[in-house]
């Protein structure tokens, strides 16, 4: 475990943002779910998606992309974890067809070791930011940030990366969804408070055991400037990704 506190002579530090009712906003691509915040994501704002093992993080982060993609927008993809000719394969299941998005100059796959994201911190950009400058990405996800939260042993520590973190992706003027891996069922504190303080908006997706039977539920904890819904939703994964469905629920 790396205990060395972060150092860096640039740091970017993450900016209040007061987003105004009514402002511009970005679709989520999840059929179901912008009618419940006034029609989407607001554009540039950072997301974090919150749920444990199976709850759907990484087809609701690329669904986002994809719907994006569909629009004529570039897209970046950064994971910690996964190898590119599996995921492709994987996401192919859902007809989703990233090698094809990849050829059209949409889609950008970069896969990064939380340790680069130190590094990429300490230097102020690094190759994340040279790809969204480049390709003028205009949404990017980031499939899981919890490692790279875990590099840091104290929360101080690990306040001062959150900050920084959504200070540099606040500077690059995309609209960003960051998963982070912790069931919310088992854990009210999140790895980070300032994952919690610093992002605009948080989803909780909860994949729980009812009678012998999982079922997946949407809770929508908080969105800036958005009266959204304070139900909690059932969604499920079909062949085309996750959907809303209209069976609501009172509590987990």
């Known amino acids: ?19 105004r009712k009514g402002g511009e906003k970005v679709t989520t ?9 006034e029609g989407g994501f607001e554009k540039k704002s950072s997301n974090v998606i919150v749920g444990g093992a199976g709850s759907g993080k990484t087809i609701f982060a690329v ?11 570039k897209c970046l993809y950064v994971t910690f974890e996964e190898k590119k000719e599996q995921f492709y394969s994987h996401i192919k299941e859902f007809g989703w067809d990233l090698k094809d998005f990849e ?3 949409l889609f950008t796959f970069l896969e990064y070791t939380p340790i ?28 899981s940030i919890t490692s790279f939260i875990l590099l840091f042993d104290k929360e101080l520590e690990r306040r001062e990366a959150a900050l920084m973190l959504f200070g540099m992706i606040s500077g690059w ?12 069922l088992k854990s009210s504190v999140f ?12 989803t909780l997706l909860y994949y729980t055991q009812h009678k012998g039977e999982r079922s997946r539920y949407l809770e929508i904890l908080k969105m800036r ?28």
């Open 29 to 37: 691509g999840i059929p179901g779910l912008d009618s419940l915040i």
């Open 225 to 252: 400037g958005v009266n959204h819904s304070r139900k909690i939703h059932e969604i499920k994964i079909g062949e085309k990704g996750l959907y809303i469905t209209k069976k609501t629920i009172n509590e987990i």
């Open 173 to 184: 003027d995309c609209t960003s969804l960051l998963t982070l891996e912790e069931d919310p």
């Open 103 to 105: 050829n059209k100059g």
């Open 116 to 143: 680069k994201v130190k590094t990429m911190l300490d230097e102020g950009g690094g190759a994340i930011e040279s790809t969204i400058l480049r390709e003028k990405i205009s949404r990017i996800a980031i499939d």
């Open 63 to 73: 669904q986002f992309l994809i719907d994006g993609m569909k629009r004529g927008e």
């Open 191 to 202: 790895t980070s408070k300032a994952v919690e303080f610093e992002s605009d908006s948080i």
């Open 1 to 19: 475990m790396i205990k060395k506190k972060v150092h860096s002579k640039k740091k970017p530090v993450a900016k209040k943002k007061f987003f």
